[in-house]
């Protein structure tokens, strides 16, 4: 992001700042992704924490959605959300920490 930019709007500035700590460029830094195992109940499967907090964001996002229906900004979040999500799980998936039959 340019520095204008991130200046201008501080959400953008805190998503730098994540996609710095959590994306390294050398291949050493993939192995030190968090995880996040998010069930008890379910299968033994671990997440990366960013892609768990993005997948907690949506459901927030739907569980107001049932109750506001009309909520333009809501809805473009949870949008928003999904498109986080999906990026996400690719990246993910092309360095191996999920499973490629995972969606």
Known sequence: FSTSLAAV???????????????????????????????????????????????????????????RTIDEGLLQQLNYAKEQIGSLAEFYKDIGHLPFDWE
């Open 9 to 67: 709007c501080p959400a953008l500035k805190f998503a730098d700042k994540l996609a710095k700590k959590h994306f390294a460029s050398s291949h050493s830094d993939y192995q030190k992704i968090d995880t996040v195992t998010p069930s008890k109940e379910g299968p033994e499967l671990e997440i990366p924490k960013m892609l768990y907090i993005w997948v907690n964001l949506a459901l927030e996002a739907e569980q107001k959605l049932k109750t």
